[in-house]
């Protein structure tokens, strides 16, 4: 069993490079990517049918949704253009023309007329000149015979006539009928029949077409028609074939354009799907690195975030197969809460909580079964409450047994979520749908807190991650390091207690993990147990080391981080454990045997290098706040009296003395925070170290009773 463990860990044990490679995390982010479409791509098409025109349908074949029929609709807007006739527009330029020609032509025939030097011939001749060809013989012989005092008055009913026909309009195909009106405005004429003839003929002359075709206007309203014709739909729930029925031309074009034919390529979908997958990646990663900095830059948590993420994703494609008629609600059994009770357990609370949105976006895609569209927001909402209700849950969780607690609320949310949707939408079903919908929603978030029980230790374990459940876990009495520490070095467990406490406090005020400070403390002095009466604070008697040198008394005490560490590793406790242990007293001088050992030696041989810790120095904040506790509480109980004042001064010393030396180079603590970390541990240690009164010593016959 400890072998299996100590190779699942070996498998996430990152070169230092790669743990912090850019490339590494670009890698892990497009392959979460890649695994992602491949889960996502069968969701994003419709269930595709092989069929032709004159094949039989093998089922019933409704469409999920409303759909403009494209081709349907252009054949009726097409109908509306052509209904539109063309349409005309009279020109009252050639009306205008044709009765000042008839003035004209009137001024003209007086002219000639009344010119009595001209013989009859001669006036014809001169008068065919002025006068329109179309005009018969006929026409001249009576005109030369006619009275000049008549010309005014057949000049006026030519002219009201001709103006009463063209201001009506006259097209090219009407010509002849329009010309035959002439007869029918002569019947009221007061003219003689010889005017009668002569104004007929040429009226019917001077009527031509004036009533033109108008192509723009035309064309304006066919498209006007064309848009007043509304979209032809392919209304959703509509039977496009029944089953057992022939196909027709028609009912397959209807499946072309719903996109269920299988012998049609899909690019855009899948195109589409590899845009939205990648914008969701994207989303996280930016939260990522913008709000997570430590997980951002720590390429093993990374890996462990997206396995986080793959493994909820995965669930609710699994209970996406169920999917069917029979359970049109079975998405709300998705162990979208999964995702984010584990994030928030391994990693961060509002982390868990942005992935959460996430996994409701992909809830809503994998779902959509009932919608042609991308997203059910049903079951997107459902996962997004159900997820935040466990994540938030899980807040300030104290023992495994919360995580169920965490699953009963989050199937809460999830009844009431569900049950506001069936209120919202009563028609999407029956009593019967709605029970079977909250069942659903209550079983996926109980299930989401099995799952992540049972998760949770693997995660731990494989990606060597420490969780508040774990720590309580570490720092529970009754563990076999702790009894050990406890029995044979009671004094060691006494000081790690009280170390635990003073760096708890002085993380919480810099914002780092007291949770993590406080069993990290708890084991930061396990080596002692290997020779724990070399230590003075399980010393009963004399001292070990006032008989042998002080090289030999310096290796001692410097191998008890050592020596620790390979116990810690013996029993497999996170690697943030054992790095406190081997880290807590960084490369500071064992400055009690270094000074005894220049007293030994006057001439000057011993090297102050020889006298340090061999580190590394305290690598991250709980780190050197442990081992700033750790001197502070040897160094306090050494005070005869530990006023306030001598505690905050020594309490200083130490930090200065600690900054001096270089020991917090590598661990990013400011002096800001140096400064809040000596304010916490003064007012820890007042609490611990506070003035006792004296008791008077037994006063002589006290108790006797009077006489």
Not at 217 to 234: C, D, N, Q, Y
Not at 267 to 282: A, D, E, M, Q, R
Not at 450 to 475: A, C, K, N, W, Y
Request: glycine share 6%.
């Amino acid at each position: 069993m400890k072998e299996s463990k100590k190779k699942w860990r070996t498998w996430f044990q990152f070169p230092v490079e790669w743990r912090t490679s850019g490339r590494v995390r670009f890698l892990l982010y497009a392959g979460m990517a890649v695994l992602c479409f491949l889960l996502l791509m069968r969701d994003v098409l419709p269930h595709q049918y092989d069929v032709s025109p004159g094949s039989i349908s093998s089922e019933t074949i409704v469409s999920p949704v409303t759909k403009v029929d494209q081709t349907a609709t252009e054949q009726a807007r097409k109908q509306a253009a052509d209904s539109v006739g063309k349409q005309y527009m009279i020109d009252d330029q050639l009306t205008d023309r044709q009765i000042k020609r008839i003035d004209t032509i009137f001024s003209d025939i007086r002219r000639n007329l009344s010119d009595q030097s001209l013989s009859d011939e001669e006036k014809i001749s001169k008068l065919k000149d002025v006068l329109p060809a179309k005009l018969s013989k006929e026409f001249y012989d009576k005109l030369s015979q006619v009275d000049v005092d008549q010309l005014t008055e057949m000049r006026i009913v030519s002219r009201e006539i001709v103006q009463d026909i063209l201001s009506e309009g006259v097209r090219k195909k009407e010509i002849e009928k329009k010309r035959n009106e002439v007869d029918r405005s002569l019947v009221t004429s007061s003219l003689n029949s010889q005017a009668r003839l002569i104004v007929r003929e040429l009226a019917q002359v001077m009527i031509i077409p004036n009533e033109l075709y108008d192509e723009e206007r035309t064309e304006k309203l066919k498209e006007a028609a064309r848009e007043s014709v509304e979209p032809v739909p392919i209304k959703k729930g509509e039977t496009i074939v029944a089953a057992g029925e022939v196909i027709t031309e028609d009912q397959y074009r209807k499946l072309k354009e719903l996109g269920f034919l299988k012998n049609q390529t899909h690019f855009w979908p899948y195109l589409g799907l590899g845009i939205v997958v990648s914008l969701l990646l994207s989303l996280l990663f930016i939260y990522v690195d913008r709000y997570q900095p430590d997980v951002h830059r720590d390429n093993v948590k990374t890996t462990m975030l997206l396995s986080v993420f793959f493994l909820t994703v995965t669930g609710m494609k699994v209970v996406a197969l169920g999917q069917n008629l029979e359970w049109s609600t079975i998405g709300y059994l998705a162990p979208a809460a999964l995702g984010t009770m584990l994030i928030t357990l391994l990693l961060d609370l509002h982390l868990a909580l942005w992935c959460g949105v996430l996994f409701s976006i992909i809830a809503g895609m994998l779902f959509n079964s009932e919608n042609h569209l991308l997203f059910d927001f049903r079951y997107g909402l459902v996962a997004l409450v159900s997820g935040s209700a466990g994540a938030f849950a899980l807040s300030g969780v104290r023992s495994r047994l919360s995580i169920f607690r965490a699953g009963l609320i989050a199937a809460a949310a999830s009844a009431v979520t569900v049950a506001a949707l069936y209120f919202l939408v009563p028609v999407d079903g029956d009593w019967v749908v709605l029970l079977q919908s909250l069942s659903f929603g209550a079983a996926g978030a109980l299930f989401s807190a099995v799952l992540t029980i049972g998760f949770l230790q693997h995660f731990e374990t494989v990606f060597d991650m420490l969780s508040p459940l774990r720590l309580l876990e570490l720092s529970n009495p009754n563990h076999p390091l702790l009894r050990r520490l406890l029995i044979k070095t009671p004094g060691t467990y006494h000081h790690s207690v009280i170390v635990g406490n003073l760096a708890e406090a002085a993380c919480e005020a810099v914002g780092a993990s007291g949770l993590l400070a406080r069993v990290g403390a708890y084991y930061h002095d396990l080596g002692k147990t290997k020779r724990p009466q070399f230590f003075i604070e399980n010393q009963m008697a004399e001292n070990p080391h006032d008989k042998i040198s002080p090289n030999l008394s310096k290796s001692i005490i410097i191998a008890h981080p050592r020596d620790g560490v390979k116990m810690l590793k013996e029993y497999h406790l996170p690697t943030p454990i054992l790095d406190i242990a081997a880290q807590h007293h960084g490369t500071t001088l064992l400055k009690y045997f270094y000074f005894k050992a220049k007293e030994q030696d006057p001439a000057g041989q011993v090297l102050e290098s020889d006298y340090r810790y061999p580190g590394p120095k305290a690598q991250f904040k709980e780190a050197a706040i442990v081992g700033i506790a750790d001197s502070v509480e040897a160094a306090v109980r050494s005070l005869s009296r530990p006023t306030p004042d001598r505690i905050e001064n020594m309490v200083r010393k130490i930090i200065k003395d600690r900054l001096e030396d270089g020991q917090f180079d590598e661990c990013h603590l400011t002096l800001k925070e140096l400064d809040l970390i000596a304010r916490s541990m003064c007012e820890t240690l007042q609490g611990i170290f506070h003035s006792r009164i004296e008791y008077p010593e037994d006063v002589q016959g006290k108790g006797v009773k009077p006489a």
